[in-house]
């Protein structure tokens, strides 16, 4: 083991030897070229280290750049689907809008028409319908279609025992297809004719239904069954003070048969004349009376009784052709919406003659007892009017303005 440092030592004196003769200089420029060196080797590993760390971040930012990049590139196509979807939205709150316009007339086929554009507009359904609930019939007649060509695939007339919209009209809940899953009975029931179904109540009554038949399957959401229900919210008041046109009025095809009065051994025929034709005999009066500079009236009277409903109507065919008697032939009796109500059309050359034609009517109906079915009545009547005095020669006001006093009548008569 002590070999080779026996040779090393032997060694070292030559090679002090050969050190010493070299120059001082020149050995003092090795040193510091020595370390020099070393130290410009440490630097440049330092440099490189740096670089590397350097070109390591370079990458990591040009990763986080085409990030950033890729997400600014989705939020603007982002921003750009929802400015669509808020212009379509606008588009579509202004069509709406105007249907909604369209609610406020009297004509009842305008409302329909108006309803059923509603419901496309806040759905996307391709297919709908409204049915019009009767509860002496418990049956539910079609009323309006859209579009018409599938009139023939909604049935006419529904029971209300046996079919989903009377499935709703006896829950009085709204109804949608995802409801099989819950109850797999109504699968028993349903004609494959009805995906969305919302009840339409009028002064907490069911008038009817509102029906999707066909809808988009990107559009059948929770959204399209609230809006559905929104459509018929908004189309109830209308639904109820529309007027049919004459001759296309359902409500003129129901048992009671409100053309006719039983009397004697045969029919009589009535001279109250159906709600149908009221909204275009009014116009035509109202034409009439603004050419002669005639004043003309709308009395609305609300007979208060515990009778039923059929009993109702006997009652007002009665007290109605007492009326037309006492009015004369300046004056038109109609049924009204509900079944103790009538609507009175008077023609007067003066405001005080329909002042006086209101108080002579008050006093027909309190002064006396009415027989209906062997059973003495009597009603309390509630009256609303408006003249061409209050709100010029319109149908359309002289309705509202009725129906405002109407109102406010029956409300004193609840406080009293």
Same mark, same amino acid.
């Given at each position: 083991?002590?070999?080779?440092?026996?040779?090393?030592?032997?060694?070292?004196?030559?090679?002090?030897?050969?050190?010493?003769?070299?120059?001082?200089?020149?050995?003092?420029?090795?040193?510091?070229?020595?370390?020099?060196?070393?130290?410009?080797?440490?630097?440049?590993?330092?440099?490189?280290?740096?670089?590397?760390?350097?070109?390591?971040?370079?990458?990591?930012?040009?990763?986080?750049?085409?990030?950033?990049?890729?997400?600014?590139?989705?939020?603007?196509?982002?921003?750009?689907?929802?400015?669509?979807?808020?212009?379509?939205?606008?588009?579509?709150?202004?069509?709406?809008?105007?249907?909604?316009?369209?609610?406020? +007339?009297?004509?009842?086929?305008?409302?329909?028409?108006?309803?059923?554009?509603?419901?496309?507009?806040?759905?996307?359904?391709? +297919?709908?319908?409204?049915?019009?609930?009767?509860?002496?019939?418990?049956?539910?007649?079609?009323?309006?279609?859209?579009?018409?060509?599938?009139?023939?695939?909604?049935?006419? +007339?529904?029971?209300?025992?046996?079919?989903?919209?009377?499935?709703?009209?006896?829950?009085?809940?709204?109804?949608?297809?995802?409801?099989?899953?819950?109850?797999?009975?109504?699968?028993?029931?349903?004609?494959?004719?009805?995906?969305?179904?919302?009840?339409?109540?009028?002064?907490?009554?069911?008038?009817?239904?509102?029906?999707?038949?066909?809808?988009?399957?990107?559009?059948?959401?929770?959204?399209?069954?609230?809006?559905?229900?929104?459509?018929?919210?908004?189309?109830?008041?209308?639904?109820?003070?529309?007027?049919?046109?004459?001759?296309?009025?359902?409500?003129?095809?129901?048992?009671?048969?409100?053309?006719?009065?039983?009397?004697?051994?045969?029919?009589?025929?009535?001279?109250?004349?159906?709600?149908?034709?009221?909204?275009?005999?009014?116009?035509?009066?109202?034409?009439?009376?603004?050419?002669?500079?005639?004043?003309?009236?709308?009395?609305?009277?609300?007979?208060?009784?515990?009778?039923?409903?059929?009993?109702?109507?006997?009652?007002?065919?009665?007290?109605?052709?007492?009326?037309?008697?006492?009015?004369?032939?300046?004056?038109?009796?109609?049924?009204?919406?509900?079944?103790?109500?009538?609507?009175?059309?008077?023609?007067?050359?003066?405001?005080?003659?329909?002042?006086?034609?209101?108080?002579?009517?008050?006093?027909?109906?309190?002064?006396?007892?009415?027989?209906?079915?062997?059973?003495?009545?009597?009603?309390?009547?509630?009256?609303?009017?408006?003249?061409?005095?209050?709100?010029?020669?319109?149908?359309?006001?002289?309705?509202?303005?009725?129906?405002?006093?109407?109102?406010?009548?029956?409300?004193?008569?609840?406080?009293?």
């Amino acid at each position: 083991m002590l070999g080779p440092l026996v040779v090393v030592w032997l060694d070292l004196p030559a090679s002090i030897r050969a050190l010493e003769l070299i120059p001082v200089g020149a050995r003092y420029a090795a040193v510091v070229l020595s370390v020099s060196s070393a130290v410009v080797l440490s630097r440049i590993r330092r440099l490189q280290s740096e670089l590397e760390r350097t070109q390591q971040k370079s990458r990591q930012l040009e990763g986080e750049v085409d990030s950033v990049r890729h997400e600014a590139q989705a939020l603007t196509l982002s921003l750009r689907t929802v400015n669509n979807r808020i212009a379509t939205e606008l588009s579509s709150i202004t069509i709406m809008y105007e249907q909604m316009q369209r609610l406020q +007339s009297l004509d009842q086929r305008e409302v329909l028409d108006a309803t059923l554009a509603g419901v496309r507009l806040i759905t996307g359904a391709t +297919s709908c319908v409204i049915y019009r609930f009767h509860e002496q019939s418990l049956k539910l007649r079609r009323l309006a279609v859209w579009p018409a060509r599938d009139e023939s695939w909604y049935s006419e +007339s529904l029971t209300v025992a046996s079919t989903i919209p009377g499935h709703v009209i006896r829950t009085g809940r709204p109804f949608s297809i995802r409801e099989f899953v819950d109850q797999p009975e109504l699968r028993s029931i349903d004609d494959q004719r009805t995906i969305i179904c919302t009840p339409i109540v009028v002064r907490n009554q069911i008038w009817g239904v509102l029906s999707i038949g066909r809808l988009p399957f990107i559009r059948y959401n929770e959204y399209a069954e609230k809006g559905l229900q929104v459509v018929a919210a908004l189309a109830a008041p209308a639904l109820e003070h529309a007027m049919p046109s004459a001759g296309g009025n359902q409500r003129a095809a129901e048992p009671d048969d409100r053309m006719r009065m039983a009397g004697g051994e045969g029919e009589i025929e009535s001279p109250v004349l159906p709600y149908e034709q009221l909204h275009t005999t009014l116009e035509e009066q109202t034409r009439v009376a603004e050419q002669l500079r005639y004043h003309i009236a709308l009395i609305l009277i609300e007979l208060q009784t515990h009778l039923p409903e059929d009993e109702s109507v006997i009652l007002c065919e009665t007290v109605g052709a007492a009326i037309a008697h006492t009015a004369g032939t300046s004056s038109s009796i109609f049924f009204y919406q509900q079944a103790g109500q009538l609507a009175l059309v008077a023609l007067g050359t003066s405001y005080d003659a329909t002042g006086y034609l209101l108080l002579r009517v008050t006093e027909l109906i309190g002064g006396r007892a009415w027989m209906v079915a062997e059973e003495m009545v009597l009603p309390q009547a509630v009256v609303g009017f408006g003249t061409s005095t209050q709100c010029g020669y319109d149908a359309t006001k002289l309705i509202r303005r009725a129906e405002q006093v109407l109102a406010l009548q029956q409300e004193m008569e609840l406080d009293l």
